[in-house]
């Protein structure tokens, strides 16, 4: 027997425990592995359980969230909640639902035939009041047709009442008009009527100014008659008056001692009517007066008053004491004035009479200015002038002598070198004024008597200066 190798013996040894060592470590491996494998598999299939049973939870879920919300329940609401409300609605809102068992589905398709039931009804009942609206339809324009002829008619009735109605405006206004007319007619018809017999009664009165030869029997006549012998008598006497004024004019130019006689007894044109007012005060260091009178009423500055003793009632113009121009109105019944002409003689007293040079204060007169006016001694005509001193007085101008005419300043011929046309148809109008002024009795003055009656003189108006204290 041969000998053993103790290396090669330790290294088989070692290599049989190697092997069985590699053997053992393949098998452990091998187990390991194929535990793990397993386990992996195992693990594996229960991750696809899982995610299966988790897909199916899911699939639940929104199966069941889609029922909830089919069913309209609310979120996290119980089953038996769903079921008491489902409950609820079987036994109130769906009394009529009574098959069993109970269900939504059920429900749904009982609520379908009740809809189609109900369709059926609504479409019946469509059909029905289709009809009827269309018969409604079919009255409404049968209405409306009668109803347009009714308002055409009533168009054409009002048009015909309107048309009445302005035609009886029109015959009611010319009827008021016409009755309007007549009475106008007739209450002119009766005024004339109160008139005539106004006059009637006048003219029978008048018959005691008729002179004796025609009052006899002069009630007895009738008023046509009564004023034909009134006319009579007012030619008579205009023909009387008319020969006593031109005899008048004639005896004005006479000496003057029969001047005066004529003055005394035509009191009408050279006496005043009476006094306008009284001297209140007299200013001797400002030349003023403070005057009272009836009424200011037409009196303005630049106005000529004359002052006279208060012994007379009704003075002659030359008897005047002065004379003042009004310088302003102080009241309805004062006025003031300054002093224009005075003597120291006869000096202005309180309680003197005033009086206007030439008319009432009160009244506008008509002034007929004739022939050459020349004022100054220059040659030239100061009709303006003088016209603006009338006016100033008071006076009113007027071109022509008639009945209303109150005075007639007759200014003389012109000088001997003015000539023309226009002298020429001056002169024709002062002798044709001259002449009127005789037949109507109309006081004529010359240029200088005028001019002294408004507190002036040539003198005064040739130095331009108001007149100075006489001594």
């Known amino acids: 027997m041969a000998t053993t190798n103790p290396t090669v013996y330790r290294m088989t040894i070692a290599l049989i425990v190697f092997v069985l060592l590699t053997f053992i470590l393949t098998i452990t491996t091998y187990l390991f592995f194929r535990q793990k494998t397993d386990q992996q598999a195992l693990a594996k299939a229960a991750e696809q359980s899982a995610s299966e049973k988790g897909g199916q939870l899911l699939a639940a879920q929104q199966e069941n969230q889609t029922l909830r919300e089919l069913i309209g329940a609310a979120e996290g609401a119980k089953i038996d909640d769903i079921q008491a409300d489902l409950n609820g609605l079987f036994t109130t ?126 009630r007895a006549k009738e008023a046509e008659e009564q004023l034909e012998l009134i006319y009579a008598e007012i030619k008579s006497l205009t023909a009387d008056l008319k020969s006593r004024n031109e005899l008048l004019a004639k005896l004005r130019v006479a000496d003057p001692e029969l001047q005066a006689e004529v003055l005394a007894a035509t009191p009408k044109f050279d006496r ?29 500055p630049g106005m000529i008053l004359h002052v006279f003793a208060p012994d007379d009632a009704r003075p002659q113009i030359g ?36 009086a206007t040079s030439l008319w009432d204060a009160a009244t506008s007169p008509e002034v007929v200015i004739v022939g050459y006016a020349d004022l100054d001694g220059s040659g030239d005509n100061d009709l303006k002038h003088l016209e603006d001193l ?55 003055m010359g240029l200088d008597a005028l001019l002294d009656a408004v507190g002036l003189s040539r003198a005064d108006i040739r130095t331009d200066r108001l007149p100075a204290m006489t001594r």
């Open 93 to 218: 809102d769906f009394a009529g639902f009574n098959e069993e068992p109970k269900s939504y589905g059920r429900l749904v398709a009982w609520l379908r035939g009740e809809f189609k039931r109900l369709n059926a009804d609504i479409r019946s009942s469509s059909e029905a009041v289709k009809k009827e609206q269309e018969k409604a339809n079919n009255a409404q324009a049968e209405a409306t047709k009668r109803t347009n002829d009714a308002n055409t008619q009533k168009q054409e009735a009002i048009a015909t009442r309107d048309q009445q109605k302005a035609d009886f405006d029109k015959k009611r206004a010319d009827h008021e008009e016409q009755q309007k007319q007549l009475l106008a007619a007739r209450k002119e018809a009766e005024e004339k009527a109160s008139r005539l017999q106004r006059l009637i009664g006048t003219i029978t009165d008048g018959g005691q100014y008729l002179s004796a030869g025609r009052q006899k029997d002069y």
């Open 390 to 444: 009338v006016k100033k007085a008071g006076g009113r101008i007027a071109q022509e002598v008639t009945p209303t005419t109150t005075l007639v300043v007759d200014c003389g011929t012109p000088p001997a070198d003015k000539t023309g046309e226009a002298i020429a148809q001056e002169s024709k109008r002062m002798s044709r004024s001259l002449a009127t002024a005789k037949q109507y009795g109309v006081r004529v």
């Open 319 to 354: 008897e005047r004491k002065a004379v003042v121009e009004v310088t302003s109105i102080e009241g309805p019944a004062l006025l003031r004035a300054r002093i224009r002409r005075d003597s120291t003689h006869t000096p202005i007293l309180t309680g003197d009479g005033v």
């Open 272 to 300: 005043i009517d009476g006094f306008d007012g009284r001297i209140l005060s007299v200013d001797e260091r400002e030349r003023t007066v403070l005057v009272s009178c009836n009424t200011t009423r037409g009196v303005r």
